[in-house]
């Protein structure tokens, strides 16, 4: 088994072992008569310092730890889709199975993949004599209905191809290749390998991200886009909707892999995320939720290093899909509870606090997960471009932004969802406030939007942010002189500001029209907003009031408002039609008002 040592301290999650000469940093070590998964993250001399993933009660001096050799790894290979895991990848049905109890005994070692299923495994064409490296595609396996996994050569693989099996049903732990490396002989390969947690998977390149990743959120996809292959992060107080708003990104998102790790949060909210996502459709297939994602369940009641681990557990499992060249999102809720655990173990290591008590290295480490995200063309043949990215969501106490996570993490992300409790309160949903939120990607996914939507977007997209803008700067000459002060233009943006607030940012995750909008449906609802301040903007320049706009066409433009639960995504040409009868509407308004004008006079 390796070192073996002896404890000669026990720290809450942290174990100190003495003997342990030869160990190496981040080795994976066995703790106690009950072989409780550790990590060493500390050595001094022949001291190690060990983080366990499990429970430490009842350890005690002089209990052994034995060193494996390896570091903290997952297995990749087909099965990991639709399976519900802790923080260090173990299956939590196959446990409650060998257990026969609803709880997680310490100690106990159930394999990530399951060892007995078959698979039907169809050979890609390589032949022996190729020359095969790291990301070539052995075959094919399908996984799910929805996902077609690629058995890849292990990225530190490379030789000549001896011996590839034919198609036909196989267990992962069975050979299907037999590759013949320089220096190592001949080494069989399975359908399944391991890979440090840790340590990034390699590519071969980096792009930047231009395509996005549609979610059928309109203050989403619209104001605030992300792209596939991007970073973002959604801070916000508690009770602002920070985990309805994440569920719903993974279960609307376009991505074709989603991994959900539910990271240091209440019991109780990711009961409702393994309840729900079972029972879920696909929208863009109709299939099972669960044909295309993978659950991290590691709640705040289970051990604090495991939350910690739990954040390199999903991020790896992620780059393993993009190898094969999918658009993988990856769900973190809540990094603060992952720094928290950083904290709480950097203490235990008696390490110097920074700010607010986390470790000084908290910003190098947030650096380290979100550098993992992006768009890459993958190691291999065929070439295959791939991306993973990242949504992160962050509790700061209080709702303050200044606080270090959501500080340091405001530095290595390119979209800020800043969520707002004064709009959750007031059931705006969802609460993101669109003043002190941004996104990097407005600019870099504009053409995608041109080509496949409209190639007025940016323009209307930008106008209508200008007029949340000017109805931020308004509302504070409202509190002071009220309306009537205003200018007529003025007024009207207030007006059209509440039309873009309420039929357009607002949106409800529970309704079965107006939880999912299509890029199409997006654009009708923004161009229908935008055209009717253009048409109600010359009317006023000729004369109307916005006090006759309102009285004259105060049904029409709640019918626009209501195109969120009326309209189906298959029916957009009915918004066109609102459109029309509002824009005659306000030609009628200016022919009366000429009408009037030489009476007047």
Same mark, same amino acid.
């Given at each position: ?36 998964? &550790? ?7 022949? @001291? ?32 990991? /889709? ?19 109890? /609803? ?24 032949? %022996?004599?190729?020359?095969?490296? $790291? ?26 191809? @001896? ?70 992060? /959604? ?32 019991? #109780? ?55 094969? $060249? ?26 110097? %606090?920074?700010?607010? &008590? ?10 380290? !997960? ?25 509790? %700061? ?14 530095? !290595? ?18 609460? /993101? ?17 041109? @080509? #496949? ?78 055209? !009717? ?69």
């Amino acid at each position: 088994m390796g070192v073996k040592g002896r404890i000669i301290r026990v720290a809450g999650p942290l174990v100190v072992a003495e003997g342990m000469t030869g160990i190496q940093m981040y080795e994976m070590v066995e703790v106690g008569e009950e072989r409780l998964v &550790g990590e060493v993250n500390r050595i001094v001399g022949d @001291k190690a310092y060990i983080q366990v993933y499990e429970s430490t009660t009842g350890l005690k001096p002089g209990d052994p730890v034995y060193g494996t050799g390896s570091p903290l790894s997952v297995e990749l290979g087909p099965g990991l /889709i639709g399976k519900i895991y802790d923080g260090i990848q173990r299956p939590l049905d196959a446990i409650r199975e060998v257990a026969k109890s /609803i709880f997680i005994r310490r100690g106990i070692k159930v394999p990530a993949i399951d060892r007995s299923k078959k698979w039907h495994f169809k050979p890609s064409g390589l032949k %022996p004599g190729d020359k095969v490296a $790291g990301g070539d595609i052995l075959g094919e396996v399908p996984e799910t209905p929805l996902i077609t996994h690629k058995v890849l050569v292990p990225p530190e693989i490379h030789g000549v191809l @001896k011996w590839v099996a034919g198609e036909g049903e196989y267990t992962v732990e069975d050979t299907i290749a037999v590759v013949e490396v320089p220096g190592k002989g001949d080494v069989e390969l399975k359908m399944y390998h391991r890979w440090p947690v840790r340590k990034p998977r390699p590519i071969r390149e980096k792009f930047e991200p231009v395509e996005p990743l549609l979610t059928g959120w309109r203050v989403v996809d619209t104001m605030f886009p992300i792209a596939k292959g991007g970073t973002a992060a /959604i801070p916000g107080p508690f009770g602002s909707g920070k985990t309805v708003t994440l569920q719903s990104l993974a279960k609307w998102s376009a991505a074709r892999v989603v991994i959900y790790i539910g990271c240091g949060e209440r019991g #109780n909210e990711m009961t409702d995320v393994l309840v729900t996502f079972p029972k879920l459709k696909d929208p863009w297939t109709g299939r099972p939720m669960m044909e295309r994602t993978i659950l991290i369940a590691n709640t705040s009641n289970m051990p604090v290093a495991a939350r910690e681990a739990s954040i390199y557990t999903g991020v790896t499992m992620a780059e393993y899909y993009r190898d094969m $060249g999918y658009d993988v999102l990856l769900v973190a809720d809540s990094t603060s509870r992952w720094a928290e655990a950083l904290r709480e173990i950097a203490g235990r290591l008696e390490e110097m %606090p920074a700010e607010e &008590g986390y470790p000084s290295y908290l910003a190098s480490r947030l650096a380290e !997960f979100y550098g993992r995200a992006g768009r890459v063309k993958t190691l291999g043949s065929p070439d295959r471009v791939g991306s993973v990215t990242i949504v992160g969501a962050v509790s %700061p106490p209080g709702g303050d932004f200044t606080e270090p996570v959501t500080a340091n993490t405001k530095r !290595f992300i390119r979209v800020f969802w800043a969520l707002d409790a004064r709009l959750a309160y007031s059931r705006h949903y969802p609460a /993101i406030n669109w003043i002190m939120s941004y996104s990097a990607y407005v600019d870099t996914v504009a053409e995608w939007w041109h @080509k #496949n939507v409209s190639p007025k977007w940016k323009q209307y997209r930008d106008e209508a942010y200008d007029i949340l803008l000017r109805e931020d700067e308004l509302k504070e000459i409202v509190r002071l002189v009220g309306t009537e002060g205003l200018s007529e233009r003025d007024k009207l943006v207030l007006e059209v500001a509440r039309l873009i607030r309420e039929g357009f940012l607002q949106q409800n995750a529970f309704d079965p029209v107006d939880a999912f909008a299509t890029p199409q449906k997006q654009w009708k609802q923004l161009e229908a907003i935008i055209d !009717f301040y253009h048409a109600a903007l010359d009317a006023v320049n000729k004369g109307v009031t916005v006090k006759q706009i309102r009285d004259s066409l105060a049904v029409l433009m709640r019918e626009l408002v209501m195109t969120r639960y009326k309209v189906p995504n298959d029916k957009v040409e009915e918004i066109d039609k609102i459109k029309q009868q509002l824009i005659e509407g306000l030609q009628k308004l200016v022919e009366g008002q000429r009408a009037v004008t030489p009476l007047a006079a």
